[in-house]
């Protein structure tokens, strides 16, 4: 299993509000800054230090008993490289990255 995500460590939310053009283009309605319902790990640890490899392990087994499964690192099998080519060339098209955009199209026009 591959698994692919974001974990924000730090983040500049502020800066995000003021840099890009519409910061919560792709947020849920009602957002009205990027930084509502997101929370980085250092704002979780009120500005501690943390150690990486010690994240990275709590993850692992996080996903190990959400998924009941023992996580463990290895070569990719070319199977496993093909269908991660084939995921990347459909999270890369159009459709992929526009889908909310067209799914709140679509529902703005119904409700019109």
Same mark, same amino acid.
């Given at each position: *299993?591959?698994?692919?995500?974001?974990?924000?460590?730090?983040? %500049?939310? =502020?800066?995000?509000?003021?840099?890009?053009?519409?910061?919560?283009?792709?947020?849920?309605?009602?957002?009205?800054?990027?930084?509502?319902? *997101?929370?980085?790990?250092?704002?979780?640890?009120?500005?501690?230090?943390?150690?990486? =490899?010690?994240?990275?392990?709590?993850?692992?087994? %996080?996903?190990?008993?959400?998924? %009941?499964?023992?996580?463990?690192?290895?070569?990719?099998?070319?199977?496993?490289?093909?269908?991660?080519?084939?995921?990347?060339?459909?999270?890369?098209?159009?459709?992929?990255?526009?889908? *909310?955009?067209?799914?709140?199209?679509?529902?703005?026009?119904?409700?019109?």
């Amino acid at each position: *299993m591959l698994v692919n995500g974001s974990f924000l460590l730090d983040f %500049g939310f =502020d800066k995000m509000d003021r840099v890009l053009k519409n910061p919560i283009k792709n947020l849920s309605e009602g957002v009205e800054r990027a930084r509502d319902g *997101m929370i980085t790990l250092s704002e979780l640890l009120d500005g501690a230090g943390y150690d990486i =490899d010690h994240v990275k392990g709590a993850l692992k087994c %996080g996903f190990e008993n959400a998924l %009941g499964v023992e996580a463990r690192s290895s070569v990719l099998t070319g199977e496993e490289i093909e269908l991660a080519q084939r995921l990347s060339e459909k999270h890369r098209s159009r459709d992929w990255i526009y889908r *909310m955009d067209d799914k709140r199209r679509r529902r703005v026009a119904r409700a019109q």
